[in-house]
């Protein structure tokens, strides 16, 4: 029993350290309401607020604008070019 609890014990001490670099530090990213009409008032149809970097990726935050007919749906769209029937 004494192995046992031992055992249990060498097991908690090798994976606490591995828990503990898990639960880093999280930073957050604010994008303010002024950013994003300054960036909206900007001409095209991509525009990047903000692109951060998180280590071996980036992660872009944008506006993409389409040109799709905002009174119709996807599946009005598809019905229209023959793509769906019914």
């Known amino acids: 029993m004494t192995r046992t609890i031992l055992k249990a014990l060498a097991v908690v001490a090798t994976i606490s350290p ?12 604010y994008i303010t309401d002024e950013e994003v009409k ?26 993409i ?8 749906t996807c599946v009005d769209r598809r019905r229209s070019n023959g793509q769906i029937n019914g």
């Open 38 to 63: 300054k960036v909206n008032a900007l001409p095209g149809v991509d525009r990047t607020i903000r692109v951060m970097d998180s280590g071996p990726e980036n992660f872009a935050v944008g506006i």
């Open 65 to 72: 604008e389409s040109g799709a007919d905002k009174n119709k």
């Open 18 to 29: 591995a828990v503990g670099f898990a639960q880093g530090p999280k930073v957050a990213t």
